[in-house]
């Protein structure tokens, strides 16, 4: 069964006033595919003062949301906004601006919004959180280990690379890359296990070249690297510095 499936199935049973709420919202909002899983529970928020106990496969968790939901007739859940900003305010910090990265990149939700509302949280659980998550995020990586490796760049002390930078020479569209440097015409790329793929074997290397001929210099960044952090950061010192 799906997560969406299960979510229908548990507000059938749900009580008066129940809404779906976290993964299970931004689930519904997603526009690039399920951010829940099968194996995920659904997420319910009940109005103060509601008791309910459905068992295995359903979290539950009492807040008020009035003016924050939106329905289809049949279903329930928090807006694009309440839905951000009720995630962001819970786990680590840097899982937790991943988190909305991906959120901004599925079109659960738009960045600005979440800072306002940010903003404008009063001293609460998680308000601290969620102003330094809307802080650091900046919703441009297409994957969670890009946001891994700026939040490393960033805390590094290193010059601030530029994400989603556009190549360009002599008028015309090179690529796009992950991080550039456009001073030192060097790129940072994550490579991801999709790039081992053999149709994308050969764009990656005509990309390649077509970065070379501009005069670029490309800096590859691995899931292995990101577990090394101070060698990483030493190898982007040294590639800037030369």
């Known amino acids: 069964m799906t997560h969406q499936l299960h979510a229908e ?3 059938l049973a749900a009580p008066k006033g129940a809404v779906l709420g976290g993964l299970t919202a931004a689930t519904l909002w997603s526009m690039r ?3 829940a899983g099968p194996a995920d529970p659904v997420e319910v928020v009940l109005p103060p ?6 068992g295995p496969g359903v979290a539950v968790r009492s807040a008020t949301t009035s003016g924050e939901v939106v329905t289809d007739g049949l279903l329930r859940w928090t807006d694009r906004t309440r839905t951000a900003l009720d995630l962001v305010r819970r786990g680590p910090l840097d899982e937790a601006v991943v988190l909305l990265d991906r959120l901004v990149q599925c079109r659960v939700a738009f960045l600005d919004d979440v800072r306002k509302a940010a903003a404008r949280l009063p001293r ?7 102003r330094q998550v809307v802080a650091l995020a900046d919703g441009l990586a297409e994957s969670p280990p890009e946001t891994r490796l700026r939040l490393l760049v960033h805390r590094s002390g290193l010059p601030a690379p530029v994400a989603q930078f556009s190549v360009r020479h002599e008028g015309r569209f090179v690529a796009r890359v992950d991080f550039g440097y456009p001073e030192k015409r060097l790129a940072i790329e994550y490579d991801g296990a999709w790039h081992g793929r053999p149709e994308q074997l050969t764009k990656d290397r005509a990309r390649m070249n077509r970065l070379l001929a501009a005069g670029w210099r490309v800096l590859f960044v691995t899931a292995a690297d990101l577990r090394d952090p101070s060698a990483l950061v030493a190898r982007i010192a040294a590639a800037l510095s030369s």
Do not use: E, F, K, Y
Not at 49 to 54: A, E, I, N, Q, S
Not at 124 to 130: D, K, T, V, Y
């Open 49 to 54: 003062g509601t008791r309910w106990h459905p």
């Open 33 to 35: 595919g399920p951010l």
């Open 124 to 130: 609460c659980r998680g308000s601290s959180q969620a």
């Open 9 to 11: 199935a548990v507000m």
